[in-house]
DNA sequence: CGCTTATATAAGCGACCGCTGATATCGTAG
DNA sequence: CTACGATATCAGCGGTCGCTTATATAAGCG
């Protein structure tokens, strides 16, 4: 399944949002989902197994319960497909300079400021 | 029709593709896309419909010709969406602190070098 | 041990999406 | 005016996706 079509449920996407702000059980989530979507624990269940399944999740089981978190490289995949529209509403660079910048803007803040420091979730 | 599901489409991202380097007319896309997906002119019509309609490109007639010019704004939308989770792969910033680097970058850039400048087609 | 809670899987069904083939519209050339 | 080329639309069909209900797995708890 492509990365865009993974993006194109809206339950899905819902579900990338909440695991955006910290990893949560499945049931935490199914109960926010059911709340907004009316939609069934199963149904859910599906949804994180796609996310699971194509990268966009990372799961931890924690006694019964399975703690889902989000895994950000294809989303990164996304922001890359991305860049050769960048141009368009930042005209003023082409492709590669666009990731020149990007690069060196990072490097600047990483550098001066900082705020609190989640490392983000590799898994081997 | 959300912005996702239309990029869930791989004909219509290969023709968003085609149409950044500078606009084609339909034509022109078809022949492309029928080389490389072995899809009617019909099919790649109807795909340019979905494009038009949820503003990913806008067309001007030339003559019998329909030129077609990607329009970046539902992009851009997906790029916003993605703020949410640039803290994945940029830990040092939260959300707001992104937000006010990329603009402070823009600035930064658009005062002092410059490359091409093909203006983005803004359609009123 | 059973019983409950938490989560995942299976089977089946309805809806939607994208394709094709046929046809309509529109511009242009003879 | 007619014919042709370029593009869009229509009708219909098949496949896929997401939902539900029912069930399986597995951990916690008395």
């Known amino acids: 399944m492509h990365v865009f079509d993974v993006l194109g ?3 899905r996407r819902r579900i990338l949002e909440l695991l955006a702000d910290g990893e949560l059980s499945s049931g935490a ?3 926010v989902i059911r709340e907004e979507f009316g939609i069934s624990q199963p149904a859910v269940s599906q949804h994180l197994k796609v996310l699971r399944e194509n ?3 990372t799961v931890r089981p ?3 319960r399975r703690l889902y978190a989000v895994n950000s490289e294809p989303l990164r995949d ?3 497909w991305l860049d050769r529209f960048r141009r368009f509403w930042t005209p003023h660079l082409d ?3 666009t990731e020149l910048a990007r690069g060196k803007r990072e490097r600047r803040l990483r550098e001066s400021g900082d705020a ?3 490392p ?3 898994q081997p």
Do not use: T
Request: charged share 35%; with cysteine; proline share 8%.
């Open 62 to 64: 924690e006694g019964a």
């Open 78 to 80: 996304i922001d890359v």
């Open 55 to 57: 990268g966009f999740a």
């Open 29 to 31: 989530v199914c109960e």
């Open 120 to 122: 983000p979730e590799e």
């Open 9 to 11: 449920d809206p339950v």
């Open 116 to 118: 609190e420091g989640r």
């Open 95 to 97: 492709a590669l300079g």
